[in-house]
């Protein structure tokens, strides 16, 4: 008996479709194109979570060519000479400021507390000299350095009247705290990202009873002195000829229940070494003129965000400067999938980072620092872009691929990697703004969100501080200690001389310290 195969005999529900030998070709070119994709999806995704993040690239030779000539060139020979020299056989002493065998140094600063141990052995009925004595130094800690000072004020009887001292004055009317407490609270916070429920539980292992609701509060009311100091800084960083503007996202408000608000920080850097962070609720491209308003004039440095560009086609005079290395991320990413030429781009783009690190090491400014540029950096700019075109023109290389991606990325934006190359104010890149933001998400990773919007502004305000306080040497321990104290009685009209830049010409040397650093000098 003979088996008929279902395949002989067509059903009367099936329909007919015409599929053709190059639709299934095409169909199969775009599902490998799919998996190629994919592939490299998966490989970000598994280098994020257990490979090495950093873009650095570890060369294993020194000597490298001329990449502008594309030879590499011998090493010219080194002239050596024989030096002898004498050494002294017993062992040099150290200063006593020097750092220990145990490696520990410290200044004049820290306090000291004696500890004198006599030895056990000596009879005490017996006169001894005094003729040196031997030093030891240890590290120690106390557990939690809060201190309470206690103000007594006499109330004496004079003539029949009562006589008293007022209460000392203090930087929050009808607080507990001390300046050098709510500085100490700020900086805690937001220099070391220690957040109020942990700086809560150290105060209660202190032995001392505050609820975490009043530390918020005087977190609150010592912020909104110091808003009007930020906002002195914002304007004076909007005066910059060339700003650099990134942002940042955090997660602050409730969007819905069980769901945080997706809210963005957008840093703005001055030519003065200044940073305000500006806080926004979304990513829109109309935050941009808000903060930077509709005609700023000058050169803006971003990275590849549509949004700046969108500002800068509508702003009058305003000059576009693109990141570069915003652009070398894109090869780094691609060097998975295409080693040979991705490798080939970052040793192009680091050629103009090399030049810059010459430009930093012979104190080049102004015009001698543009000749510069232009002699080097210029050419291997074009280098760079005749490369990229040839490689454009790579029929292998699919859309969806990360070298490709790489390639439309940086030939789009030619003009504005371009800028740097004709003013010697644009820096090549970002990365003094990015290393400037990274207290934001280091705070992220500790308090992880911003229960309000109000928190969020705020973090942003002490931020914008603090971070101008590192970047211009400023203790922002000091520095708050002393404004806090400062703001009440000096000049609205001059409160520029409060923002840290500022500061630090004119108070620094001459700080206004809190009760407890009086007591101890």
């Known amino acids: 008996m003979r088996l008929m195969s279902s395949a002989s005999t067509p059903s009367k529900n099936v329909e007919k479709t015409d599929v053709t030998y190059d639709d299934l070709l095409t169909l199969t070119r775009l599902q490998q ?7 490299h999806k998966v490989a970000w995704f598994e280098r994020q979570l257990f490979g090495r993040k950093s873009e650095k690239r570890l060369i294993e030779s020194s000597e490298q060519g001329d990449l502008l000539a594309g030879e590499a060139k011998p090493p010219a020979p080194v002239e050596r000479e024989s030096v002898t020299y004498q050494r002294r056989k017993s062992r040099k002493r150290r200063d006593e400021d020097c750092v220990t065998d145990a490696g520990l140094r410290f200044d004049a600063s820290v306090p000291i507390e004696i500890i004198e141990i006599r030895a056990a052995e000596i009879d005490t009925d017996v006169p001894a000299e005094r003729i040196s004595e031997k030093v030891t130094y240890r ?62 539980q150290r ?11 009043t530390l918020t509060e005087l977190g609150k009311r010592a912020i909104a002195l110091l808003e009007p100091i930020v906002d002195a800084q914002r304007e004076h960083i909007l005066q910059s000829r060339v700003l650099a503007m990134d942002e ?43 903060i930077l308003g509709e005609n700023f004039h000058g050169t803006l440095v971003t990275d590849g965000f549509a949004g700046y560009e969108k500002y800068v086609a509508k702003a009058a005079d305003c000059t576009h400067a693109a990141c570069w290395a915003h652009s070398r991320r894109y090869f780094e990413q691609a060097l998975t999938a295409e080693p040979e030429a991705a490798g080939e781009a970052l040793e192009l783009i680091g050629e103009l980072y090399r030049f810059e690190r010459l430009i930093r090491e012979k104190k080049l400014t102004g015009q001698n620092k543009l000749e510069y540029r232009s002699q080097h950096s210029l050419p291997a700019v074009r280098t760079f872009w005749d ?15 990360p070298l490709a991606k790489a390639l439309g990325y ?38 992880l969100f911003c229960w309000t919007e109000l928190g969020a502004k705020h973090v942003g305000l002490v931020q914008s501080l603090l971070v101008t306080c590192r970047l211009h040497s400023v203790h ?14 000096h000049p609205a009209r001059d409160v520029i001389e409060l923002t840290p830049r500022v500061w630090k010409t004119l108070f620094a040397n001459d700080p206004i310290k809190s009760d407890l650093e009086t007591l101890r000098s």
């Not at 194109?33 to 592939?39: D, R, Y």
């Not at 105060?203 to 609701?213: F, H, K, N, P």
């Not at 997660?251 to 957008?266: I, L, N, P, V």
């Open 476 to 489: 922002p321990y000091t520095y708050l200690v002393d404004v806090l104290q400062r703001i009440s009685q």
């Open 203 to 213: 105060l209660v292992q202190a032995g001392i009873t505050v609820s975490r609701g």
């Open 410 to 447: 940086v030939w789009e934006r030619r003009e504005a990697l371009e800028v740097y190359l004709s003013d010697p104010d644009v820096p090549i890149d970002t990365n003094h703004l990015e290393r400037a933001l990274r207290p934001i998400p280091m705070g992220r990773k500790n308090f």
């Open 248 to 290: 940042t996202p955090i997660k602050a408000g409730r969007k819905q229940k069980g769901q945080m608000r997706q809210a963005y920080f957008w840093p703005v850097y001055g030519e003065d070494d200044e940073i305000v962070f500006s806080y926004a609720p979304s990513r829109a491209a109309a935050h941009v003129p808000a």
């Open 387 to 401: 490369w990229c075109y040839q490689q454009r023109q790579r029929v292998d290389l699919l859309p969806s691929h």
């Open 33 to 39: 194109e799919q998996i190629t994709e994919l592939k």
């Open 139 to 200: 590290l120690a800690q106390r557990p939690g350095s809060y201190v309470i000072l206690k103000y007594v004020r006499p109330v004496l009887k004079q003539d029949g009247a009562l006589v008293t001292a007022p209460a000392p004055a203090n930087v929050l009317e009808k607080s507990f705290a001390d300046v050098s407490f709510l500085a100490g609270l700020l900086v805690d916070k937001f220099c070391f990202h220690l957040p109020l429920y942990r700086q809560h």
